[in-house]
């Protein structure tokens, strides 16, 4: 069967589910057709797809529409293509890890903005997922080392992955670990950075998208307190960890703005910056240990 002809079914297959349903069953044919899983592969087929050059298979065919299937039920798009970008990478990911956002970028992209490339940073990334955030850090800051924390095996698994794909098996240290159960060990004594994901949904949000309910890890989602839980004892953890001057960068949710800010105000000893998504919602505290 000629391509064309199967994505243009699938596009109607997906224009109740997405909002590109032409592009995602492109995205998926490609993917299923990258036999080596290389991105240079990828683009080849896609060019092929582009001029008429392949040809589906009825086994090809088959396992493609598995997967729109899934996808017109809600399955994470991501899940389905096995990887996320994130600024100017690409992360592997395995169903069931948390899928990391678009809003994270703003946290990474002011560290950038705050220290020079070349300084030997020694980071600590807290609920580090697939490790979006602190391999990009280190893709940067190419003197630094990180150490990521995380207790989900399946996230840690991709973790792993990534950073094998980026070679940094010197300069990332896994810890898998509670944030809460951690301890000063001797070799994070000295932290000048610690950057945090934490679960922050309120169990009780109604808005929540059932896609994220269902399919990713409710560790990574849901904290007590309105959703503040984490955020709260985070904080104070993150700075027993901090030396005199070093940072703690941490995301929040889109309507939390209010909760942050008054928390922040009660703290002695720090200075804060509260950041905007590409939203104009706050989303991001950048917080200076005095």
């Not at 995205?27 to 899983?37: A, F, G, Q």
């Not at 683009?43 to 996808?71: A, C, H, M, S, V």
């Not at 039920?73 to 690409?90: C, I, T, V």
Request: proline share 3%; with cysteine; aromatic share 14%.
């Amino acid at each position: 069967m000629q391509a064309e002809y199967l994505l243009q079914k699938a596009k109607r297959e997906l224009m109740k589910v997405s909002s590109q349903p032409y592009q995602e069953s492109l995205w998926l044919l490609s993917h299923l057709l990258n036999e080596k899983k290389s991105f240079s592969h990828e683009n080849e087929i896609l060019q092929k797809i582009y001029l008429g050059q392949i040809k589906i298979t009825e086994k090809q065919e088959q396992i493609f529409w598995d997967k729109i299937q899934r996808r017109k039920n809600n399955y994470p798009l991501d899940y389905l293509l096995e990887r996320k970008h994130f600024l100017n990478h690409s992360f592997y990911i395995q169903p069931g890890v948390f899928i990391p956002r678009k809003e994270t970028e703003v946290l990474v992209t002011k560290i950038f903005k705050q220290y020079p490339q070349n300084q030997a940073l020694k980071i600590m990334d807290w609920g580090a997922g697939v490790g979006t955030i602190a391999l990009s850090l280190l893709a940067y800051f190419f003197k630094s080392e990180c150490f990521v924390v995380d207790i989900h095996e399946k996230s840690l698994d991709c973790l792993k992955k990534n950073k094998d794909l980026f070679g940094f098996k010197d300069r990332v240290f896994i810890l898998k670990e509670d944030v809460s159960h951690l301890k000063k060990e001797n070799f994070i004594k000295s932290v000048d950075l610690i950057v945090a994901n934490p679960p922050y949904i309120d169990p009780k949000d109604e808005k929540l998208h059932s896609q994220v309910y269902w399919f990713e890890p409710c560790v990574a989602l849901f904290s007590d307190q309105k959703g503040m839980g984490h955020i709260y004892s985070w904080f104070y953890q993150a700075l027993d960890f901090l030396k005199s001057g070093a940072y703690y960068a941490f995301e929040f949710g889109w309507n939390q703005s209010q909760l942050v800010r008054d928390f922040l105000k009660t703290q002695k000893n720090i200075s804060y910056e509260i950041l905007k998504d590409s939203l104009t919602y706050d989303r991001v505290a950048f917080v200076c240990k005095r």
